[in-house]
Every structure is written in structure tokens, then in C-alpha cells.
């Protein structure tokens, strides 16, 4: 089965800060995706990349970076962490049908 | 405003019983559909796909699309407590694009 390892599983950073974080598959898929999860909002793209090494903006894209620097690993960078960015995100991967196979979630938290 | 809708917000149904879960889009170009469920805890993961107008059935699940309409629907017979979860309905231009998700509709089966 596909396999999507997420990472830390949760966190909690201080308003300001710089949070990481990170994504491996061993799928061997090209496409890969952030989503972030709120109640009422379902899950919301915030970037996704389809090669190493070039990324592109989702619908969401605001306060977020995103680096791609080999197919396996996929990272998200907040650099100035803020309280609304207190979520569950979520890191997945695709098939060649567009099906995606998600990680497990981060939950962070912004204090 | 979000361009997959999703009713009702919550469902719950008896178990043996049948849930019924509704999709609309706002948005005409989407042609590609998915369910997807996602436990407490976990991951969403991915259900069923439709693409073609009318029903698709795997197991206890039947899918039903009405691209004129923009309109899917999920049904699940014999639910069962494990069928318990929140469901996304998911939609994308085409097998490339990256797919939108809804709000979701958290479903319990009582026992």
C-alpha cells in the first residue's frame, strides 16, 4: 500500500516563530500536495509540486513556502508562524487516476 | 466560497440502515470525482472515484454522478458503526489538476 510519512505528528510553536514541516513517500509518485484541515472548511490546498525541485501555489498560498528538493520529500515552511495557522495539515501524494493517498496529519498549534 | 458543497453537515443513521451523502459544484469545469473518509485520528482516505455519469457500485457503496446537474451522491447500505467517519467529497478539472475538497459530512451509525 502507498505510503505518505508525515512529520512531527504535532507541534507547538510560539507566534513569530519558523515551523517545518515534512513529508516522505516512498510511492514513487511525481505529484505531491499540502492540504490544511479546519472545521467548516473541509481540506484546502495550499501548495503542491509535480517535479523536484519547483513547487506551484494552491488556493491558499498566503504565509506558506513550500520546497521539493528530491520526488520523496516534500516540505512546508511557515516562517512567521501566526494564530490563524493553528490547524491539522495534512501531506499527500497521487496516483496516475489523480487518487490521493494522504499521511497521517500534522496538528499544530500557534500560541 | 468554496466550490464543492457538501450535505447535510451531519448524518446519523441507524445501524443496517442507509446513509445517503450529497456533492455539489459551483463550478461546471469540474468533471472528476472522489469520496473520500477519514477516521478520527487518521488520514482522509480515498473511497470510491466517478467519472462518467450514472451509478458506481463497490460493495456496500454505490456512487452516483449527474454531470448536468453538478451533482454526486454517496449511498451506503447496511451501514455499520464503523462506517462512522467524516466524508469529503473531492472534485478536479481533469486527471492532472489538483482536486478541490468540500466541507465534509460527519456521518454516525448508531448501534
Known amino acids: 500500500e502507498a505510503a505518505v510519512t508525515q512529520s512531527p505528528r504535532s507541534k507547538v510553536a510560539v507566534t513569530g516563530g519558523k515551523v517545518t514541516l515534512s513529508c516522505h513517500q516512498t510511492n514513487n509518485h511525481d505529484y505531491m500536495y499540502w492540504y490544511r484541515q479546519d472545521t467548516g472548511h473541509g481540506l484546502r490546498l495550499i501548495h503542491y509540486s509535480y517535479v523536484a525541485d519547483s513547487t506551484e501555489k494552491g488556493d491558499i498560498p498566503d504565509g506558506y513556502k513550500a520546497s521539493r528538493p528530491s520526488q520523496e520529500n516534500f516540505s512546508l515552511i511557515l516562517e512567521l508562524a501566526s494564530l490563524s495557522q493553528t490547524a491539522v495539515y495534512f501531506c499527500a501524494s497521487r496516483t496516475g487516476q489523480n487518487t490521493l493517498y494522504f499521511g497521517a496529519g500534522t496538528r499544530l498549534s500557534v500560541l | 466560497q468554496q466550490k464543492v458543497q457538501q450535505s447535510p453537515e451531519s448524518l446519523s443513521v441507524p445501524e443496517g440502515g442507509m446513509a445517503s451523502l450529497n456533492c455539489t459544484s459551483s463550478?461546471?469545469?469540474?468533471?472528476y470525482f472522489w469520496w473520500y473518509r477519514q477516521h478520527s485520528g487518521e488520514g482522509p482516505k480515498a473511497l470510491m472515484?466517478?467519472?462518467?455519469?450514472g451509478d458506481k457500485k463497490e460493495g456496500r457503496f454505490t456512487a452516483h454522478l449527474n454531470k448536468a446537474s453538478l451533482h454526486v451522491s454517496l449511498h451506503i447500505r447496511d451501514s455499520q458503526p464503523s462506517d462512522s467517519a467524516l466524508y469529503f467529497c473531492?472534485?478536479?478539472?481533469?486527471?492532472?489538476?489538483?482536486?478541490?475538497f468540500g466541507a465534509g459530512t460527519k456521518l454516525t451509525v448508531k448501534p
Open positions: 472515484s466517478i467519472f462518467s455519469d
Open positions: 463550478d461546471r469545469n469540474f468533471q
Open positions: 473531492a472534485a478536479s478539472f481533469n486527471n492532472n489538476n489538483a482536486p478541490r
